[in-house]
């Protein structure tokens, strides 16, 4: 890796639909240079993927929490990992250090919906749970 594959993961990170001929026009490459600097990027792993974000408040998710889950028994953590990282609401299931073992970010229509999701979730452990002001 060097400067220019730096730049253009840089440029993708910001917007990864951005064309490759106005990254090359950055970087001082050809719009084909620029397309096979990322497919070698991809290749060795650097680039995993591409994301799409949403605006959640214009698709009706009113609630957003992170939700702090401390597991009964460690060996409940792999079976409760892998499923609530599943869950349609659960945007984000990081295993995390410290007391708790699980930190989720869900978003919810509602606070009815994140009552059920934190029932849900209560027979692996015990939920800390803390709703999204702003973002």
Do not use: W
Request: with cysteine.
């Amino acid at each position: 890796m060097d400067t220019i594959d730096e730049k253009i993961i840089k440029m993708l990170n910001a917007n990864a639909r951005e064309s490759f001929a106005t990254i090359g026009k950055s970087v001082d490459l050809s719009a084909p240079a620029v397309g096979k600097r990322v497919k070698q990027l991809e290749e060795k792993g650097i680039i995993l993927g591409y994301s799409l974000r949403l605006n959640h408040d214009k698709l009706g998710f009113n609630t957003r929490a992170y939700i702090n889950l401390k597991i009964h028994q460690s060996s409940t953590l792999r079976t409760a990992y892998n499923q609530i990282k599943g869950f349609d609401e659960v945007h984000r299931c990081d295993r995390i250090t410290g007391e708790d073992s699980l930190c989720i970010l869900a978003y919810f229509k509602n606070n009815k919906d994140l009552v059920k999701l934190l029932e849900r979730i209560s027979q692996y452990g015990i939920p800390n749970t803390r709703i999204i002001l702003e973002s």
